[in-house]
Nanobody
Framework: QVQLVESEGGVVQPGGARRRACAPS????????MGWFRQRPGKEREVVAA????????LYANDVRGRFTISRGNAKNTAYLQMNSLSPAATALYYC??????????????????WGQGTQVTVSS
């Protein structure tokens, strides 16, 4: 059973930045894909960014492209999400996700297998 260990959320001021990290515990193979989804109140879970371990193919939501960067760490299969120029619209519950046998980099939540517990990121002054 894979468990995802992710960094905590928190409160960020508008225009600020936050770096998220996530790693699948008990897994050493650098395969599959990892990503983050977000869920705003009353909304469905939607993709923020995702990355394929092999080849590094990435996927971004349109509203974060150019401001957020997802990357692979060199150790412990950790994925990172650098979030810059944050606005109040980024306030949401963020979920790390991992899929060991996904095809490509899927944008739908149903395509992913493992999920973190979700952490709240609030952008507010």
């Amino acid at each position: 059973q894979v468990q995802l260990v992710e960094s905590e959320g928190g409160v960020v001021q508008p225009g600020g930045a936050r770096r998220r990290a996530c790693a699948p515990s008990g897994r050493t193979e650098r395969s599959g894909a990892m990503g983050w989804f977000r869920q705003r109140p009353g909304k469905e879970r939607e993709v923020v960014a995702a990355i394929k371990w092999s080849g590094g193919t990435t996927l971004y939501a349109n509203d974060v492209r150019g401001r957020f960067t997802i990357s692979r760490g060199n150790a412990k299969n950790t994925a990172y999400l650098q979030m810059n120029s944050l606005s109040p619209a980024a306030t949401a519950l963020y979920y790390c996700t991992f899929g060991s046998s996904v095809v490509g980099v899927p944008s739908t939540a149903a395509s992913w297998t493992y999920w973190g517990q979700g952490t709240q990121v609030t952008v507010s002054s």
